[in-house]
Structure formats: C-alpha cells, structure tokens
C-alpha cells in the first residue's frame, strides 16, 4: 500500500508540474490546425460585372481556393473558356470549358491559389442571346500582373484595392501600364496590355489614326481615366481610336472630339467600347465594322455630324444603354448586322435618317429604347429587316417594321 500510495503521488506531482505545459502545446496545435486548416477569413473575391455572374461565397483553404458563383444573366449560358493569371489548375463544377450552366444555376470555381491570394480568373462564356462575354473573378480586388514592389494594376495611391476601375492611377508601375502624356501623343500598341492615359492629347491635324490596336495587341484594355483625345486640325479619313483587326479589347472612360471617325473597329470580334463620350466627329462616332459579338454600352455619342453609333456587318452585336442625341443623320445605324440587342438607349433629336434606322438586318431585339424629336422617323427599317423580340419602345413616328412601341414621346 505504501509503495502504490507513492506511485500515485508521484504521478499527481508530474501532471502538477508538467501539466500547463501539455496545455500549451494543445492550444498551440488547435491555433496552428485553424490557421492552416480553415479556410482564410480576410481575403475577399469580387466579379467585374455581377449583374451577370454573381459571388454567392468564396473562400481560401491552404492553397485550394473555392469560390461560388450564380448565372443571374436570365438565360442559360455555356462557359466556352477558364483563363488563369496567378490562379492555376482551375475548373467549374469540376470540368473544363466547354461546360453549360441553366439559368439561375450555381457554379463552383475551383483552384490552386497563389502564395499572395492575389489572381484573376477570366470566365469567357456565350449568353443566351448568343454574345461572346467574360467576367472577371478576382481575389482582395486585386489584378495582379507583375508584382513590382506590390504595387497592384488597381492599386491606388492610398494602397487601398478595389474592383476595376480605379479612380486614380498615378502610382502605377511601369510593368502594369503603359502611361501615355500630351508629350508622348499618339502612339501604336504592338502587345496585350492593360494601357491608361495619364493626360490629354491634344493633337494639331490633319494627320493619321491617333491610338491604334496593331494586329498581335488583341486582349488589351485602354482606360482614358476621362482623359481627352482631341484633333485641332480639319478632319481627315482618321480615327481618335482605332481597332485594326484585333479582338477581345475593352475601351473605356475615353472622350475623343474633333476626329473624322471618333472610336473605329475593323475586323476582329468580342470587342468592347464601354463608357466613353465621343462627339464632334466629321462623319461617325463610333464605327464598328465586321466585328461580330461586339458592344457599344453605356456610351455618349452624341452631337457628331452624321451618325452616333455604327454597326455594320457584325453579327451578333449589342448596342446597349447608350445616348446618341442631336446627330447630323441618325442616332444608332445598323446595317447587314444580324442577331443583335438594341435595348435602353436614348436616341433624341437626330437628323433625317432618324433616331435608329435599321437596315438589312435580321432577328433584332429591339427593347426599351426612347427615340423621339428626330427630324426622320423616329424608328425606321429597311426590308429585309426582321425583328424577333421587341416591346416597351417609346416613339412618335415609326415605320411598321414589327418595332413594338408601348408609349409615345412626352
């Protein structure tokens, strides 16, 4: 008994001695496994256009990164590719492109992550109205491109991140941007590249096309920051911005004044002119041509003096949510374009071929749009015009083209 009662004392003198410690190392285990374990609390995803492709939830474990995504596009959609920039690896609901998703349907994002979690991911897929498009999912908000003293594409000045794009780009790196100054002017992109302005070009005509998208510079962004690209001189067969057979460009926040053609496309497809106000042009404001699954959103071509917004001989186009007023001619012209939206632009007060004209153009959808005080008609088509869809259109005087018009102009 003596000997039994002096091994149980010893064992109780161990644990007394020995047993915070055992603590400890139990606590820092259980940190340790949730650190690593769980998945990451501060890093954040964000979708370039989530009124398309929403985030349900997204989350980093280790190096696995899990993102959920819902398709509120209104229709189906077929994700025709997954392209990775720092991500790697990754997949949707398990596959590789090319993959369908139903409407409303739910997506998970799957990939390795980067050390930073710091990427991108481009999701490239064909709508239900059959439009190329892509969405951009990003980490913390961050494009990450070069990494150069951590200074991000769309960090600005004060380090804090955001979604694309950013007010202020003073503090960009070389290796995220090309930074262009009235000294500089014009110039040629030979590369893919996201490209900004830094400052106005103030050019003294007549001359060539001012910023031109050589062949071999598709998948490129040029962001004005608001900046203005203007030519003193008379007009001439040229071009504030022009696209030369390339595809997949954005254009954005660009204002271009005084050009014969303010912002033109020729050739190449999946090109994207967003945001930009372009007037004063001696012929078109902006000109697209044999561009299919091309858009004109959200622009102002207004006051040029003979069209506002061209698209001629691309199929499968989308004029969306643009003002193209007070033109010489029209306010948006189609021609031998097939398949494409007309939807919630204002076309107000144009010349004699009226607010939208369309001609030569088959399966249209023409909704939503405000057209009146145009010296033309207000909504006009040449045979053998077809439209497929059309509705809540608001007009006085129409040609009977199967535009739908619900209301006439106040």
């Known amino acids: 008994m003596p000997q039994s009662s002096s091994k149980a004392q010893s064992s109780l003198e161990y644990l007394m001695t020995y047993g915070w410690a055992l603590i400890l190392i139990a606590t820092v285990i259980a940190v340790l496994v949730y650190i690593v374990g769980s998945p990451s609390s ?23 990164a899990e993102i959920k995504l819902q398709n509120i596009t209104g229709g189906g959609i077929e994700i025709t590719g997954i392209l990775n920039e720092g991500y790697s690896g990754c997949t949707v609901n398990g596959s590789l492109a090319p993959l369908t998703v139903a409407a ?17 991911v ?14 951009v999912i990003s980490s913390n908000g961050a494009i990450s491109l070069c990494g150069n ?20 780009f003073s503090c960009k790196s070389d290796c995220s941007a090309i930074q262009v100054d009235e000294l500089a002017g014009c110039f040629n992109i030979i590369s893919p590249g996201r490209y900004e302005l830094s400052g106005d070009i103030t050019r003294s005509g007549p001359a060539n096309d001012c910023i031109v998208f050589m062949p071999g510079s598709d998948n490129s962004t040029l962001d004005c920051a608001s900046h203005t690209i203007d030519e003193l001189g008379p ?25 014969e053609y303010g912002i033109r496309a020729d050739g190449g497809s999946r090109n994207v002119i967003t945001g930009n106000d372009v007037s004063q042009a001696y012929d078109v404001g902006i000109l697209i041509i044999n561009s299919p699954n091309s858009q004109a959103n959200s622009n102002n071509a207004s ?108």
């Open 303 to 410: 006051g040029n003096d003979f069209t506002g917004i061209e698209f001629i001989s691309s199929n499968n186009f989308e004029a969306s949510s643009n003002t193209a007023n007070n033109n010489g001619a029209s306010g948006i012209l189609i021609r031998w374009s097939n398949m494409g939206i007309i939807g919630s632009n204002t076309a107000n007060g144009n010349g004699p071929a009226g607010g939208v004209l369309l001609e030569d153009s088959t399966d249209l959808t023409v909704n939503n749009n405000t057209m009146c005080s145009n010296t033309g008609d207000d909504a006009d088509c040449t045979a053998p015009t077809t439209i497929l869809s059309s509705g809540g259109n608001t007009a006085d005087n129409y040609s009977s083209c199967a535009i739908t018009v619900s209301s006439a102009c106040s």
């Open 104 to 120: 409303g349907g739910q997506m998970t994002l799957e990939c390795t992550a980067p050390a930073n979690n710091q990427g991108i």
């Open 42 to 64: 501060d890093i954040t995803f964000s979708s370039s256009d989530p009124a398309k492709i929403l985030i349900k939830a997204g989350a980093v474990s280790g190096s696995s």
């Open 235 to 259: 007009g001439t067969a040229n071009s504030g911005i022009y696209l030369d057979n390339v595809s997949d460009i954005t254009l954005q926040n660009c204002n271009v004044r005084h050009f």
């Open 122 to 135: 481009t999701l490239q897929y064909t709508d239900f109205a059959s439009l190329q498009r892509s969405v």
């Open 149 to 168: 003293d951590n200074i991000e594409i769309w960090e600005a000045c004060d380090g804090t991140l955001g979604v694309p794009p950013m007010p202020d």
